[in-house]
T-cell receptor, first 112, second 115 residues
């Protein structure tokens, strides 16, 4: 079983709709969770970090964490064509490990 | 404030050649990382340095060596390049505060092709 799993997609969403990206992880000791966005040919850039159960909102982005189910998700509201990218979920191996394990990424396409 | 910089941006090697990828950060971060990214594989950790003077293996260290030259610089060396090392290489850095794993900031990447 992979340590961090994402649906590779592609996920296609119409402009203005909500895009929902999901990630599951295997290590119950994980404490830090990150969503990165990566445009084609570019480096990953941080979208959200989340450390506690529940929701965390930042503009059009909401990260949701459920440690009991070992599940973290990213919602993008009012999706824009500029949101078309690959979204990487990253999880630490254990608390304070300073090492991340990345999922393979979900490719998201927003259709005008 | 340039963040994380990497050189070169592109490189083509022949099998058996050696080269060093350079990485520097100006954010006074303690931890630095080298990843490789292959299509459909996400990012895989090659080596990391939790602090100046220390280095540790990641998930895919074979065929690579690293040097943490000082707090700013972390280099990755391929001693004898192989076609399987064709990939995009990213350097990253993070501040280390202790109680949680901190955000990693990535450089622009080096696209390496080994023929």
């Amino acid at each position: 079983q992979k340590e961090v799993e994402q649906n590779s997609g592609p996920l296609s969403v119409p402009e203005g709709a909500i895009a929902s990206l999901n990630c599951t992880y295997s290590d119950r000791g994980s404490q830090s969770f990150f969503w990165y966005r990566q445009y084609s040919g570019k480096s990953p850039e941080l979208i959200m970090s989340i450390y506690s159960n529940g929701d965390k909102e930042d503009g059009r982005f909401t990260a949701q964490l459920n440690k009991a189910s070992q599940y973290v998700s990213l919602l993008i509201r009012d999706s824009q064509p500029s949101d078309s990218a690959t979204y990487l979920c990253a999880v630490d191996l254990m608390k304070g490990a300073q090492k991340l394990v990345f999922g393979q990424g979900t490719r998201l396409t927003i259709n005008p | 404030n340039a963040g994380v910089t990497q050189t070169p941006k592109f490189q083509v090697l022949k099998t058996g050649q050696s080269m060093t990828l350079q990485c520097a950060q100006d954010m006074n971060h303690n931890s630095m990382y080298w990843y490789r990214q292959d299509p459909g594989m996400g990012l895989r950790l090659i080596y990391y340095s939790a602090s100046e003077g220390t280095t540790d293996k990641g998930e895919v260290p074979n065929g690579y060596n690293v040097s943490r030259l000082n707090k700013r610089e972390f280099s990755l060396r391929l001693e004898s390049a192989a076609p399987s090392q064709t990939s995009v290489y990213f350097c990253a850095s993070s501040q280390k505060t202790g109680w949680s794993t901190d955000t990693q900031y990535f450089g622009p990447g080096t696209r390496l092709t080994v023929l």
